[in-house]
């Protein structure tokens, strides 16, 4: 990836897992790495959102780059950052 230019890949770059995940979902893996032992309320009167929110993430797999580490595992070791530097 060091060696393309932006001219190469387009104006914007979509970076993300090309997984969908629903809202629920995500706050489950949350809920998990913060050890949350409450409920989570869903407000049901409110709309839901956009029903599907996946990136394209094609133009970049297209030249080669692919994700390191896990949505769940980034997640981590940014909660883990905030708690070791929430101080400073």
Known sequence: MERYDSKDIGEFVNIGLGKDLTIRELAEVIRK???????????????????????????????????????????????????NNSKN
């Open 33 to 83: 790495i913060i050890d949350f032992k409450g409920d989570i309320i869903w407000d049901t009167s409110k709309p839901d959102g956009t029903p599907r929110k996946l990136l394209d993430i094609s133009n970049l797999t297209d030249l080669g780059w692919k994700p390191k580490i896990s949505l769940e595992k980034g997640l981590k070791q940014t909660y883990d950052w905030y708690l």
